[in-house]
Every structure is written in C-alpha cells, then in structure tokens.
C-alpha cells in the first residue's frame, strides 16, 4: 500500500463518505442503492423465516439483523482478519472460521450467510459446516454474487452460477427451495458502472490530494449521477425482471430436511 499522509487520508475518507457513505445505502442517491435495495426487498421476505437461535455467519457490521423479527437468540460470527482489513464498527459475538465452527452440530435453528463465500478458498468446506450446525428442519438464507468485479483483493476466489450453489448446497445434503436473481441487466450494468468509477475516484483522491479536493466539491454532480443511473437500472430491469441469466446476485432459501 502506498504511503498517505494523515491530511491525504482523511481527504480520501470524506469523499468515500459523501459518495458512498452508509447512511445513504437506502437512498437513491448511493452508488449502490439498487444492489442494496434487492436485498432488503428479499431479507423482508425471508427474514422472519429465521426464528429461535440463528448464526449470521460473516456477520460483518450485521446490516440484516434489524430484519431477523422473529429470532430468539442471535449469533454473529466474523472472522478476525476480516474484521480488522475492514474497520469493521460492529463487534460479532463470536470470532471463528467458516471451515471450522466453534459450535455443536444441530446448534442452530437457522443460518444466514450473506456475502461470504466467494471469499473462501474452499466455499462447500464452509457450506458442510453450515450444515453440520444447522437443525433437522432448520432454514438458511444465502446471498452470493453471479457477476461482480474483483474485490476485497486477494480474498476473492469465486463466482456461483445458480447450478452451481444449487449443485454445493445438495452435495451436502440441505434441499434447496428457492433460487432468486438480485436485479437484472439493469442493476448489473450500474453497478459495474459505478464500482469502476467511485473506486478509481477513491484511489485517484488518495494519490493527488488537491484534485482530491476539487472531487470532494464535485460530490453532488456524483450523487446527482448515482441517483439518474439508479433509475435507469431499475428500468432496464423490467425487462427480465424473473431472468437469472443477467443476475448480478443470487439469494438462496434452502431447508436442512427434517428426516
């Protein structure tokens, strides 16, 4: 990593913020307001299909757990490298690795795993242990990426195709009940838009400080052109709306069998 000084830093994390901050994640005006809007649509749907004690298993700042309305106990585990690269605020209850869990088997009545396998050199290790913990009878919700750029480099090592995380799943015994696209054509072609553009912005604010300064004043003109591409997504979407093919993302309803 390059040198920064703590001005060039801070610099670099205000325009991070005022472009890609959290606190706009449900607005139109963030860069990643569609992909972000598909999944609060689908943990509505399925959050309160999670009840009793549930692992969120890479529970990173734990964006779902609002969502899990009807879980007695919850669990959040992380992974303690993965916590420290990422600044993560939130404390998880537990730290531990998806390929070895700290639990006993049929410990959970329910797993959510979103965003975390691709980042597995071995993804259906971690998959045989959330199987292992989860309950005859049990639910998980799973969320991995179909298309999407290189990212938290060099953990990055998969891609799923809807055959081939339905093809994991059932090696190891858990029954998959539903498979469904997170955006379409729309959302796909934005988001790799944006994800090239806003992280060029970030890397080019980090090495020249005073153009930096000039993108943090141009901040507008990019929230303003987040929120015009974010509904041309949303439009472009309707036209394969139920399409896999296209789906940047893929969330997975599965069920442990009862017998």
Known sequence: MEPMSVQGKHLSDRLYS????????????????????????????????????????????????????RVRQYVGLDYPPTQASLAVRTQPQVYGNARDLPFADASFDGVLCSQVLEHLDRPEDA??????????GGT??????????????????????????????ERNGLLVQEIRGQGGIGTLLVQMLHN???SGLGRFARRHRTLGLLLLLASPFFLFLSALDNLMALTLDRLNRDDLRFAPNLWVVLEKPAA
């Open 196 to 198: 090239w553009l806003f």
């Open 18 to 69: 005022s472009l890609c901050g959290q606190e706009l994640a449900a607005n139109l005006l963030h860069f990643q307001y569609v992909p972000n809007r598909y999944a609060r649509r689908d943990i509505r749907r399925d959050g309160a299909s999670l009840t009793g004690r549930v692992l969120d298993l890479g529970c990173g700042n734990q964006p779902y757990r609002p969502y899990l309305t």
């Open 127 to 136: 998959i045989g242990e959330l199987q292992r913990v989860l309950k005859p």
């Open 140 to 169: 998980g919700l799973i969320s991995v990426p179909f298309f999407y750029n290189l990212h938290m480099e060099p953990h990055d090592h998969f891609r799923f195709t809807p055959y081939g995380i339905r093809g994991m799943l």
